[in-house]
């Protein structure tokens, strides 16, 4: 995602944040799988617990499931509850039993660029 100068007409050249989303996924990270199959529409998920999961375990509170990116308020009942779908430019989608669930950190970084073309140029 990035964030530019406001008033900036050539934004598009000179972005000045940049937010980095990774998903963390190890030996001793916290697993966790879809336990059904789930729909593009729904907004709560399903899930079973694998190594290193905790039911308290609520942050991050942004996780990956294939290739959506999905943003949920907690998790309770061995589901993931509250869900925003699609996020940070992905499409929510159907997603078969078992798929992984990575969970995900994001910050912000912010590059310090000229105000402007010109200084590039030389």
Sequence with gaps: VWTFREGDSRAARFPSKLQITYAIQGE?????????????????????????FAENFTKPNIARIQD??????KVQSQQLIQVQRGILGTKPQAHPI???ILWASWFTYT??????????RK
């Design 98 to 100: 078992d798929s992984p």
């Design 28 to 52: 001793h990270t916290a697993q966790a799988f879809l336990s059904t199959k789930i729909t593009a529409e729904q907004n709560t998920i399903p899930l079973y617990e694998g190594k290193n």
């Design 111 to 120: 590059i310090e660029l000229p105000s402007g073309y010109e200084p590039w």
């Design 68 to 73: 959506e990116w999905i943003l949920y308020e």
